[in-house]
């Protein structure tokens, strides 16, 4: 069997070490044979391959991003993307497809599954931990470290010049690293996109901290919204998947909370460092898991499916169960947070 490896959406810690685990496994207990796509779906779209073996792989489970590229190239709303896509498989003789992605990467594997009859293997990968068929999802638990990290530095620097500080980070449609981050680094407020937030409060939970000598530190996800506004955009344009680009609540907020309340207030935009640099061994770990279950699917003939966390279990679960919604954050866990804030 001859099996194609991708990596689609954005990069994200601990990919490299799911790659090394379908290989390693792959090669070593079944025999399998190895060819990788550069760049996401670009790769079976316009048959650009890399050899895949396991001299390719030896010492990249530290290593961040991915040895095979990534994008966010949508083959379904490219002209005569499936055929091209299936027309490459069939060059390159591969017989099942282990796509590794978030979102919108595994709704085309759905996709080509279930509609086109591509024999396809999933793997949950996002930052975001927003996928509602898994626990977690690898890269997140260093998204959250590196933010963590990040807010336990603002936090003296605040404290020295007694100014508001508001630290920005990822999270489109779910709040989960602003959470976990704002709760371990002692954010005195956590604003996330599920919940929207009254400025008015905010600006009463900062000056509460002031009050006390007490410089505040303001977590807020890149899709957070106010009662009275929308979206932050950094510009109108969409990717192929028809996503806009956030960027910039995080300024504006700062800027309201300084006209507000009197406070100078700065702004710290975490972005693609949250991305970048060694997983943390829990996502190593994680993302190492994937890989050997997901190559077992592959054995199995097992295809529509992807690898999910159960506890410490890995199961199996339909694709189209894993992309059907997002996993946002319960109002119940919000409320928890509440009593730090102010």
């Known amino acids: 069997m001859r099996v194609g490896v991708l990596t689609g959406g954005g990069d994200c810690p601990g990919l490299n070490a799911v790659i090394r685990a379908v290989v390693r496994k792959g090669v070593q207990e079944y025999a399998y044979d190895f060819v990788g796509f550069r760049d996401g779906w670009r790769g079976p779209l316009e048959g650009d391959t890399v050899p895949l073996d396991i001299p390719a792989v030896r010492g990249i489970l530290p290593r961040g991003g991915t040895i095979l590229g990534s994008s966010r190239t949508n083959p ?156 932050v955009l950094k510009d109108g344009s969409l990717d192929s998947f028809g996503h806009v680009r956030l960027s910039g609540v995080g300024e504006w907020l700062a800027k309201e909370i300084e006209s507000r309340t009197g406070k100078e207030a700065r702004t710290t935009v975490l972005g693609h460092v949250q991305r970048g640099g060694t997983p943390s061994a829990f996502d190593r770990w994680l993302a190492t898991r994937f890989g050997l279950h997901a190559i077992d699917a592959v054995r199995d003939r097992d295809f529509g499916k992807m690898v999910a966390l159960r506890g410490t279990d890995i199961v199996r679960v339909p694709l189209a169960d894993a992309t059907r919604q997002l996993k946002t954050v319960d109002p119940k866990l919000y409320a928890e947070a509440g009593v730090f804030f102010g």
């Open 76 to 231: 379904l709303k490219t002209e005569n993307g499936v055929r091209r896509v299936k027309e490459n498989l069939a060059k390159y003789e591969v017989d099942a497809l282990v796509a590794i992605g978030g979102e919108d990467t595994l709704g085309v594997a759905t996709a080509l599954s279930d509609e086109y009859g591509v024999p396809c293997v999933g793997v949950p990968k996002t930052i975001d931990n927003d996928l509602a068929a898994t626990d977690y999802t690898f890269g997140f638990d260093t998204a959250v470290n590196i933010a963590t990290e990040a807010i336990d530095r603002l936090h003296t620097t605040a404290e020295s010049h007694m100014r508001v500080l508001v630290v920005e980070v990822m999270g489109r449609h779910a709040g989960w690293i602003a959470l976990h981050s704002g709760l371990a680094g002692g954010a005195n407020v956590i604003l996330v996109p599920e919940q929207r937030f009254d400025v008015d409060q905010v600006c009463a939970w900062v000056e509460s901290r002031f009050k006390i000598r007490y410089a505040p530190i303001v977590v807020i996800a890149e899709g957070a919204m106010p009662k009275d506004g929308d979206v």
